[in-house]
């Protein structure tokens, strides 16, 4: 069975803390891309990658970093945790294929800054 | 990316058809139809996708006018487990291009 895995269901963070959001896929994919998820909003992409080491900024990256130095992880960085970043972040991963691209979600990590 | 056009939210009685449509008029002509949904507290899963042909499998079917320029899925029998959040996408098939949601139609199904 395909799997994402965010490394924490829930989190809750002091406001100024440095943030480590985790995420693996073990899918061999290619495309991997951070979410986050709030009331109203839909989805919003904050970064993605399509390889090793490379990063592209979504629509709000402002915040936030990444890193990815295995295919199979991609991590999210808050540098200084704000409470405007309570929120759910979602992590998902994607390959082409014959079949097609679709992309595979991990559960969500809902993190409060306080 | 072309943009998608979905109503906010739908109700459906369980074991009739759910019928939710989708607009993309600015779709081009190597562009997919994707469809994901999100059941509360999980991350959103993949459903069905096509191009020109209608599609089916054993979650949904997929129904693409001639013009291309709206889609309709269909959950034929819905159950109080497909309330869920309902996202249409269209993107390339080949190539990296990220993916970039809306914000769906929420659809209840009640007894």
């Known amino acids: 069975d395909v799997k994402v895995t965010q490394s924490s269901r829930y989190l809750v963070k002091r406001t100024g803390e440095k943030v480590f959001l985790e995420c693996v896929q073990d899918m061999d994919h290619e495309n991997m891309f951070w979410y986050r998820q709030d009331p109203g909003l839909g989805l919003r992409l904050i970064y993605f990658s399509y390889d090793v080491k490379m990063k592209e900024k979504g629509d709000i990256p402002e915040g936030y970093s990444v890193s990815r130095e295995k295919k199979e992880r991609f991590s999210l960085i808050l540098e200084s945790a704000s409470t405007n970043q309570t929120s759910m972040y979602l992590c998902?991963?994607?390959?082409?294929?014959?079949?097609?691209?679709?992309?595979?979600f991990g559960q969500g990590t809902r993190l409060t800054v306080v | 990316d072309a943009k998608t056009t979905q109503p906010t939210s739908m109700d459906c009685a369980e074991g009739r058809a759910a019928n939710l449509p989708c607009n993309h008029s600015t779709i081009s002509g190597n562009e997919y139809v994707y469809w994901y949904r999100q059941i509360h507290s999980q991350g959103p899963q993949y459903i069905i996708h096509g191009l020109k042909n209608n599609e089916t499998n054993e979650m949904a079917s997929l129904i693409i006018t001639e013009d291309r320029k709206s889609s309709t899925l269909i959950l034929p029998h819905a159950t109080l487990r497909d309330t869920a959040v309902y996202y249409c996408i269209v993107r390339w098939e080949t190539g990296f291009q990220k993916l970039v949601f809306g914000t769906g139609t929420r659809l209840l199904v009640s007894p």
């Open positions: 998902a991963s994607s390959s082409p294929s014959s079949t097609g691209t679709e992309a595979f």
